[in-house]
Every structure is written in C-alpha cells, then in structure tokens.
C-alpha cells in the first residue's frame, strides 16, 4: 500500500488531522455501504494530500469532529469527483458541510469532455488507469478487516484527483469558464443538505406506476410501505426486499392474495415463503381501504400553446446553436425549465432580462448569456410565435 496510511485509531487521527489544517488543497471520497443497508452509513474516508493518501476508518474513529472542522475550512480547496452524494452523505451522517469546493466532475461537463466519470477523466487528461473491479465497486464496505486490495481501490480515487483538478482548471481558465465553475460548486455546497420533501408520495416513482389506476394505486401504495417497514427491520435496501417490477406487477395482478403469484417477476417461492404473508396482507388493504387518486403533477410540462410552441423551439434553437459552438452539452448553457417559462410569458423588453428572478438561472448565465437572450426576445417576430429560429439582432 505504497503511500496509503489506514487510520483506526483515534489519537492517530487527532494527530493526522492536525497535519491536514496545514494544507492548501485536499482530495476528498467516500465509500458506503448503500448496496447492504436501509440507511447508508460512510464506512471510508479517503483523503489525498501533499504527502500521500489517508484512509480514514469512521467504523472505528469514534470523534469526527476534526473531519467537520476540515471539511469546513473556507481556506483549503476540497476536490471531490461527483460530490453530490458525498454531500448528502456526510450531512446525513454527520451534520458536516463542505466548503471551498472543487467538482471535477463538473469541471469535465465544462469542458466538454464525452465521458466525465473519474476513470475516463483520468485516462484522458492524465494518461491514468485506475482499477476498475466492479466486486470492490459493489463490496460491502462495513466488513472488516479490508484487505489491501480493497485499500488500494479506495486510494486510486484520489490518489491523482488533485493533479487532475489542476489541469482542470488551467483548461477552464483559458476558456473563461473558471468562474462557470465555481458558481456550480458554491451552488452544491449551498443546498440544503437534507433531501427537501419530494413533490409527489415515494411510491409514484416506482417506474410504470404512471399507468396504473387509483385502485392499483392503492394496492401500490401498501405494498411499498410494507417493503419499507420489512427493509427497515431487516437493515437491507429496499431493493433487495422486493424490486420495483415484482411490486408493480403485484399491484396490477387480480390473483388472489394469499396464493403464490407464480407469474410475478423477482417474486419467487422462497421470497413467497418468507414474505407472503406480509405481501397478501398488504394487497388485502389496498384492494378494501380507500382508492388512491394522483395530485395533481405540479412538476408536469407546461402546455404549450402553438405560438409559445414556436417560440420554444427558437429559444432552443438559439442554445443549441451556442452550446455547439463551445463544445458543451445545451443543458449547461441554460435551464430548459426557464426556456419554457420565457416562451410561455415572453419577458417585457426592458425589464429584468431574461431570467430574472428565476432561480433556476445562474449568475454566470445572465451575465455571459442574458444580453443576447434578451435581444432575440425583443424581436417582434419572436414575440408573435411566427419566427422559429430568431435572426440575429442586429439583422
């Protein structure tokens, strides 16, 4: 384990930690055990730093709080690939958040790269291979001990991420779209840490349940509160209880309750055995207690009118247009849900601009993107829905 130092002890960590204020950049990771537990825990830390890897054990390290302290340092630069998850995880388990961020992974997006996972990135900007054992990838990464094997696997993670993120940002600064950056990275560390409260019940997002009707809604919905009650007791992913094609399947099927669903998929008649029961109590209540009906969809597609139509498809045209010209997925150059909302209600010309207000534009948008936006919404044209791509504004 060349360069890698395993920590699982406490007055080790303490010491370490102190060491790690003194730095100006850190490279940060995670692994957890998400495939074997209802509730994830971080079961590694791997941090790169000048003098090599840590692998810090949090099973084993009682005190975190140096971690926190670190983590939270506004004077060194966290690099983190696809920090997302990272994130929510260390907020979720510990109350820690992230600050001086750098995502590697958004940096990729930026720069137009065709793959931006860690791997390729590392092939293709610095010649790098890293392991790709798809057996550590899904280990459970709570046992104990861990060979050196699986330690080594944690450390490639980060072992070249700092390297990377220089590279990275000596690219983005010749294009002039550092800034882009970092404004998406204030935004990850700026979110609210806790997942908000989802727009729709947890159930209605098991795929296909868009199809069923509110009787089958019903029988749904008990079915994924008793998976959730079973996952829970068991300590396992929900998915490992039962899989979202045996639970919509059950709910469609009118076989009768208590006797085995041969025909169900996932469901077989071990699983019966041990949850059958369970499953048929859970069908009888759906089938006997009130129907489901679906709210209304508020994240639904505006309807377009045929003029707001049009004037939808120059927008896009226009961002299309762009982002081709610099190399980057459309998405990037503006929020398709504020592209929507501007051909619906075209922005009155001298007002806020384009995206005004709307929270789903960033300020590096507006500012690199706004002023032409706001001339091709000027045009009359454009405004009467009769112009599908808009010319130019000095045509």
């Excluded at 990377?164 to 935004?187: H, I, N, P, Q, Y």
């Excluded at 992913?237 to 076989?255: N, T």
């Excluded at 001298?350 to 936006?373: A, K, N, S, T």
Aim: with cysteine.
């Amino acid at each position: 384990m060349t360069g890698i130092q395993y920590i699982d002890r406490q007055e080790v960590w303490a010491r370490a930690a102190g060491g790690l204020l003194g730095e100006t950049a850190l490279a940060v990771d995670t692994e957890s055990n998400s495939m074997f537990a209802y509730r994830e825990r971080i079961c590694l830390v791997q941090i790169a730093y000048s003098g090599g890897v840590i692998i810090l054990d949090p099973l084993a390290v009682g005190d975190l709080s140096a971690l926190g302290r670190l983590l939270a340092c506004a004077g060194t630069v966290k690099t983190l690939h696809g920090a997302s998850y990272d994130l929510a995880c260390f907020y979720r388990g510990y109350g820690f958040r992230v600050e001086n961020l750098f995502d590697t992974e958004v940096a990729a997006r930026f720069l137009g790269l065709p793959q931006t996972n860690l791997a390729s990135s590392l092939q293709s900007c610095l010649g790098v291979s890293i392991p790709k054992d798809s057996g550590l990838q899904r280990s459970d990464w709570s046992r104990r001990p861990l060979e050196a094997e699986a330690l080594e696997y944690a450390a490639a993670d980060v072992r070249d991420l700092l390297r990377l993120a220089d590279g990275f940002r000596a690219r983005l600064e010749k294009l002039g779209r550092l800034d882009w950056v970092s404004e998406e990275c204030r935004r990850l560390t700026q979110g609210p840490g806790q997942p908000s409260a989802p727009a729709e019940p947890a159930f209605l997002r098991v795929k296909g349940a868009y199809r069923l009707g509110p009787r089958e809604l019903a029988v749904l919905r008990e079915l994924w509160s008793f998976r959730e009650a079973e996952a829970q007791r068991r300590d396992l992913p929900p998915f490992k209880v039962l899989g979202g094609d045996a639970l919509l399947a059950l709910a469609q099927s009118s076989h009768p309750a208590q006797a085995f669903p041969a025909e169900i998929p996932g469901l077989s008649a071990g699983v019966w055995r041990r949850l059958g029961p369970g499953i048929a109590a859970a069908i009888e209540r759906g089938r006997n207690g009130p129907e489901f009906h679906r709210p209304p969809d508020a994240g639904r597609r505006l309807q377009h009118t045929p003029e707001s139509g049009t004037r939808l498809r120059g927008l896009k045209n226009w961002r299309d247009g762009r982002a081709a010209g610099l190399g980057i997925n459309p998405s990037l150059l503006w929020p398709t849900r504020s592209l929507e909302r501007m051909a619906m209600e075209p922005p009155e010309p001298g007002g806020q601009g384009p995206g005004g207000g709307d929270p789903d534009v960033r300020d590096w948008q507006r500012r690199e993107f706004g002023p032409e936006l706001d001339a091709l919404c000027a045009l009359e044209l454009w405004r009467q829905g009769r112009a599908v791509t808009p010319p130019a504004p000095d045509d």
